[in-house]
């Protein structure tokens, strides 16, 4: 009995000095806007984040603030800019303007895809982020499954559009609407239940199964089928945040800041969304209208303005216009992405 008294105490003044498991030597905050349960966080930022840890061999440690917890949609750029967040989920097109080079991404009718699309943005875009976004560090890109048109009433053609109020993935969708005789009602995809069921909005653009991720497929009864536009978002991080890192913790997130790591993290979401298509088909609840060749060729000439309209504002910028659609176009066929 001695022995093993003695024994536990011993055994308990060892465990009182053992060393506790190391904290992690970064702890970094991944801002986004999406709800918790979106397959974004579930199947993109969680993986991507595990990953990190792993690689770094538990160095770096990734806590998610999710459902604009540390700051609205729109204002997320500004936030790992400023080290609000040390990582955030942006949309660029939230605000209008302010990434002209970018917004080509936007309009429709260019990636046909999310998957191999996302690698083609990524490869496309990560030198011009150096200038047209120098105050973050540009990681990888995340773009949906293509989206559509979703809406209260059948809209088949372009004129269809005409004095309808409609809410816009992104700022290059709202002049599409508006080019169109539509209006745009601008809100960020958590608002956007909010602004169909109240009425504000006829329609909206948006990715086939955010409609029942949302919460919005009791509202818009009516799709049109085909793949019609992109909205792409990033994962940015703080600049003092990267560069404060070890050379060694660096390189953990540099290698996984690549076209091939935007084209793993899309795969999941671009998956997830496509499946709403088939949801809606199965039901009798949904009608989706498939256009004729006729009517592809009348939104493809409708969205011809867009790229015109891109053209003066990265000329405004000072910048090539020519050389850059030059390059998204092959970087998107060299990855079998493009909308022939």
């Not at 955030?88 to 303007?97: D, E, I, R, T």
């Not at 088949?156 to 004095?163: A, C, F, L, M, S």
């Not at 060749?293 to 891109?310: F, G, N, T």
Request: aromatic letters at 10%; charged letters at 25%.
């Amino acid at each position: 009995m001695k022995f093993t008294i003695a024994a536990a105490v011993a055994a308990t003044l060892l465990a009182s000095t053992a060393i506790p498991a190391a904290a992690a030597e970064v702890e970094l905050r991944l801002a986004h806007w999406l709800p918790p349960t979106h397959p974004v966080q579930a199947l993109g930022i969680e993986p991507w984040i595990e990953s990190i840890k792993q690689a770094s061999e538990g160095r770096i440690d990734v806590t998610i603030f999710p459902a604009s917890q540390l700051g609205a949609a729109p204002d997320h750029y500004d936030m790992a800019r400023d080290g609000i967040a040390d990582i955030s989920y942006v949309n660029p097109g939230y605000q209008a303007g302010r990434f002209p080079i970018y917004s080509l991404a936007e309009i429709p009718f260019h990636a046909t895809n999310a998957k191999s699309g996302a690698k083609a943005l990524h490869e496309w875009y990560a030198p011009i982020a150096e200038t047209e976004m120098a105050d973050v560090k540009f990681c990888l890109i995340n773009p949906h499954d293509p989206g559509t048109l979703h809406s209260k009433e059948p809209i088949k053609v372009p004129e269809d559009i005409r004095g309808k109020n409609i809410r816009p993935a992104h700022a290059t969708m709202a002049r599409f609407i508006s080019q169109l005789g539509g209006a745009s009602v601008q809100v960020p995809a958590p608002e956007a239940r909010e602004a169909i069921t109240k009425g504000t909005a006829d329609a909206m653009t948006f990715p086939w199964n955010s409609i029942y991720i949302f919460g919005i497929d009791q509202a818009t009864k009516y799709h049109l089928d085909m793949p019609f536009y992109l909205s792409s978002q990033m994962l940015l991080l703080n600049k003092a945040t990267y560069e404060g890192m070890s050379e060694e913790n660096r390189k953990v997130i540099d290698d996984h800041c690549t076209a091939d790591w935007s084209e793993k993290f899309s795969i999941g979401w671009a998956d997830n969304e496509y499946s709403g298509r088939q949801k809606m088909i199965d039901s009798s609840e949904h009608t989706l209208y498939k256009p004729t060749d006729e009517e592809v060729q009348l939104w493809r000439e409708a969205s011809k303005p867009l790229i015109e309209a891109w053209r003066a504002d990265v000329t405004a910028k000072g910048a090539d216009p020519d050389a850059i659609y030059e390059s998204y176009v092959e970087a998107l066929k060299r990855n079998d992405a493009f909308y022939e």
